[in-house]
């Protein structure tokens, strides 16, 4: 468990912070990046959950933990020595991604096929967690784009992936099953 005593260090102050394998690096790094945005993405889904109830909250309390689970792999480089690690990293695991696929096809379940793009909207909770979708998809082009220059855990990309998804079937299922979607006219505005 960690245990924080004092929340400010002043390390840091000059622009850097430690990973979790205590390697200082710019607080713009890739890798800072990638998991910043995931930490956003907490904070969306903490917002969206004000405005949910029952299994969707449920669903919304298990994908924040998955967040933190995903931060912890992402702020952690991946080495070719995780397994014999002193301190075995957390990695996000491919039982997480499954687990958002069941979901998203029991929720598709009741929805009637698309016929248009879905214009963010609707419910308070279907717009929050269209929210969350985009954030997501912005997580994900970051974590992307540190596997260009470092190892990431491949599950990692994945997760992000699906959990843009997951978003999305649960915005339209928030919108009355999907039929209280907000949709788009095409040049209507012309």
């Not at 952690?76 to 979901?103: C, F, G, S, W």
Request: with cysteine; charged share 25%; hydrophobic share 40%.
């Amino acid at each position: 468990m960690v245990v924080l005593n004092k929340i400010y260090t002043k390390t840091g102050d000059s622009g850097e912070t430690a990973l979790g394998n205590g390697t200082r690096v710019a607080k713009n790094s890739a890798r800072v990046e990638a998991y910043g945005t995931v930490d956003e993405v907490n904070a969306t889904v903490g917002l969206a959950r004000q405005h949910a109830t029952g299994d969707v909250d449920a669903a919304l309390a298990r994908i924040q933990n998955d967040l933190f689970d995903l931060g912890a792999d992402l702020c952690r480089p991946q080495m070719e020595d995780d397994a014999t690690a002193e301190y075995p990293p957390l990695r996000v695991i491919p039982a997480q991604i499954e687990r958002l696929e069941t979901e998203i096809d029991a929720m598709n379940t009741s929805l009637q096929p698309l016929r248009s793009f879905v214009l963010p909207g609707g419910s308070a909770l279907a717009a929050h967690l269209h929210l969350c979708r985009t954030v997501t998809r912005r997580a994900e082009r970051r974590s992307v784009e540190l596997t260009s220059v470092e190892p990431v855990n491949p599950a990692a990309v994945k997760y992000l992936n699906r959990l843009s998804d997951w978003f999305f079937v649960a915005s339209r299922i928030s919108n009355d099953d999907g039929k209280a979607d907000v949709l788009w006219v095409p040049g209507a505005n012309r």
